[in-house]
Nanobody, 115 residues
Framework: QVQLVESGGGLVQAGGSLRLSCAAS????????MGWYRQAPGKQRELVAT???????NYADSVKGRFTISRDNAKNTVYLQMNSLKPEDTAVYYC?????????WGQGTQVTVSS
C-alpha cells in the first residue's frame, strides 16, 4: 500500500500562486508515475500534470506555461507549482501515484481562485 498526504491548497486571488505537495509513504518502491488531477464542482476529474520515473512530464493544455510539476525522489514527494492562477483553476486537486498495476489517490486539497 501507498499512503499519500497532500498539502498546500487554499484561497488565492487571480494571478497569484500556490504550491501543492504530495508526500508518499509505505510501499513506495517501483513507483512508475506521480501526478496531479483536479475535479471542479459538477465536472469530471481531469488530468493536470504527470511526471514519470524517468523525469518526463506531461501537462493539460489549460495549464501549460503556468503550472510546473516536479519530484523530489529523496523525499518521495511530488510538487505542483501553480502560477498565474485563474478562477477556472478552482477545484479539488488530487495526487495520484502509479505503482505496478495499482493506482493510489490522495484525499484531495481544495484550491479556490477568486476573481
Amino acid at each position: 500500500q501507498v499512503q499519500l498526504v497532500e498539502s498546500g491548497g487554499g484561497l488565492v486571488q487571480a494571478g497569484g500562486s500556490l504550491r501543492l505537495s504530495c508526500a508518499a509513504s509505505g510501499s513506495i518502491f517501483a513507483i512508475k508515475a506521480m501526478g496531479w488531477y483536479r475535479q471542479a464542482p459538477g465536472k469530471q476529474r481531469e488530468l493536470v500534470a504527470t511526471i514519470i520515473s524517468g523525469g518526463s512530464t506531461n501537462y493539460a493544455d489549460s495549464v501549460k506555461g503556468r503550472f510546473t510539476i516536479s519530484r523530489d525522489n529523496a523525499k518521495n514527494t511530488v510538487y505542483l507549482q501553480m502560477n498565474s492562477l485563474k478562477p477556472e483553476d478552482t477545484a479539488v486537486y488530487y495526487c495520484k501515484v502509479v505503482r505496478g498495476w495499482d493506482d493510489y489517490w490522495g484525499q484531495g486539497t481544495q484550491v479556490t481562485v477568486s476573481s
